[in-house]
């Protein structure tokens, strides 16, 4: 029983969509992933940044801000 050769075409397309619509579901999945992380590390980058400006703030700042110590 041979297949009509329109019908095969009409089925590899159809698969072929498939397949296609799968994979950009998910690209953009990960793209949401990628998003979020990217985002908390901006949120987490920041908050170092407020951190070390407090400590600077407080005396804790950088190691060349202090005098050297006498020499012996």
Known sequence: MDTDPLQERIEDLEIRLAHQEYTQEEQARIQMELQQANADL???????????????????????????????
């Open 42 to 72: 901006r949120q987490q980058v920041q908050w170092l940044r407020d951190r070390l400006r407090e400590l600077e703030e407080r005396g804790g700042g950088r190691e060349d801000a202090e005098p050297p110590p006498p020499h012996y």
